[in-house]
């Protein structure tokens, strides 16, 4: 059994900084790729940005410099620096990853629980 547990979402005004952890817990053998999204209500899902478990990063053309996706494979936890918040980037976050629990288990992907995140002006 695989856990993803997010964390470090709050409340902070436009300009203010947060830093969101998503810890992936239980059977792991391999974390591959792994994604932060965030959905507001009544809008699909939209992928933030997402690391390889290589490094390789990509990020939405919305984050425009703002945020940085790491991760640490030791702990296997991916964090979500994101600086420079606007009203606009309220929403739930979600983390996505694409995890191996066993040497003969095929990739499958997890979602965490979410955690929320209000900008306020």
Not at 12 to 41: D, H, K
């Amino acid at each position: 059994q695989v856990q993803l547990v997010e964390s470090g979402g709050g409340l902070v005004q436009a300009g203010g900084s947060l830093r969101l952890s998503c810890a992936a817990s239980g059977r792991i053998f391999s974390m591959n790729t792994v994604g932060w999204y965030r959905q507001v209500p009544g809008k699909q899902r939209e992928l933030v940005a997402a690391i390889t478990s290589g490094g390789s990063v990509r990020y939405a053309d919305f984050v425009n410099d703002r945020f940085t996706i790491s991760r640490d494979n030791a702990k296997n936890t991916v964090y979500l620096q994101m600086n420079i918040l606007k009203p606009e980037d309220t929403a739930v976050y979600y983390c996505n990853a694409n995890i191996r629990s066993t040497i003969r288990d095929a990739f499958d992907d997890y979602w965490g629980q979410g955690t929320q995140v209000t900008v306020s002006s």
